[in-house]
Nanobody
Framework: QVQLVESGGGLVQAGGSPRLSCAAS???????????YRWHRQAPGKQRELVAASTNGGSTNYADAVKGRFTISRDNAKNTVYLQMNSLKPEDTAVYYC?????????????WGQGTQVTVSS
C-alpha cells in the first residue's frame, strides 16, 4: 500500500513560483518497481487533466499549457515528487493531484493523493 500526501498549495499571485510536494509513504515490499509518477489537476467544472509525468529513467511529458513553466522531479531518497510551477496564470487555478504507478510481477497499481488547492489571483 502507498499513501501520497500533497502539500504546497494555497493562494498565489499571478507570476508566482510555488512548489508542490507529494510525499509517499509505503508499506510495499521490495518487489515493487516505480513506474510513472504524475501530477494532474482539476479546475472547477472541468475534467481532471494530466499536467506532467516522468519516470526515473528520464522520460518526461508535459501538457502544452504548462510546458516551459512547470517542472516535475522526484527525490528518491525522500520518496517525494515535486512540481515546480513558475509564471503562474489565473487559468492554473485547480486542485492538483499526484499519482504514482507501482509495478509488481507485471501488475500495475495506481495511487492518488488527496489533492492540494492552488488558487492564482490576477
Amino acid at each position: 500500500q502507498v499513501q501520497l500526501v500533497e502539500s504546497g498549495g494555497g493562494l498565489v499571485q499571478a507570476g508566482g513560483s510555488p512548489r508542490l510536494s507529494c510525499a509517499a509513504s509505503t508499506s510495499t515490499s521490495s518487489d515493487y518497481v516505480l513506474g510513472w509518477y504524475r501530477w494532474h489537476r482539476q479546475a472547477p467544472g472541468k475534467q481532471r487533466e494530466l499536467v506532467a509525468a516522468s519516470t526515473n529513467g528520464g522520460s518526461t511529458n508535459y501538457a502544452d499549457a504548462v510546458k516551459g513553466r512547470f517542472t516535475i522531479s522526484r527525490d528518491n531518497a525522500k520518496n517525494t515528487v515535486y512540481l515546480q510551477m513558475n509564471s503562474l496564470k489565473p487559468e492554473d487555478t485547480a486542485v492538483y493531484y499526484c499519482n504514482e504507478e507501482l509495478i509488481r510481477f507485471g501488475t500495475h497499481s495506481y495511487y492518488w493523493g488527496q489533492g492540494t488547492q492552488v488558487t492564482v489571483s490576477s
